[in-house]
């Protein structure tokens, strides 16, 4: 299993958006769960949003109404659409699936908010 994310890495001003990629190998896509997740420096690693094989999706709460979480099983990847970014939504983030019977992570991708 492979995840590889990306589309982050440069500076957005408050307001802004932003589209994050995670493309997956080795994961059947019909049935694995993809999460999003962020770890901001100092803090503890935390969920963001996840999708389902089926496309069912949920969001934590404070990014509900700004992030978009979808999949495109023909090229096997997952997006994160995040609009109207806050300088709190600063942070790594890492896109995750458990899977046979593990946790599996793709390397970060480092998403800046300026305010």
């Known amino acids: 299993v492979q995840l590889q994310a990306s589309g982050g890495g440069g500076l957005v001003q408050a307001g802004g958006f932003l589209k994050l990629s995670c493309k997956t190998s080795g994961v059947n896509n019909k049935i694995a769960t993809m999460n999003w997740y962020r770890q901001a420096p100092g803090t503890q690693r935390e969920f963001v949003a996840g999708i389902t094989g089926s496309g069912n999706t949920n969001y934590a709460d404070s990014v509900k109404g700004r992030f978009t979480i979808s999949r495109d099983y023909a090229r096997n990847t997952v997006y994160l659409q995040m609009d109207t970014l806050k300088p709190e939504d600063t942070a790594v983030y890492y896109c995750?699936?458990?899977?046979?019977?593990?946790?599996?992570w793709g390397q970060g991708t480092l998403v800046t908010v300026s305010s």
């Open positions: 995750n699936t458990n899977y046979r019977g593990q946790p599996w």
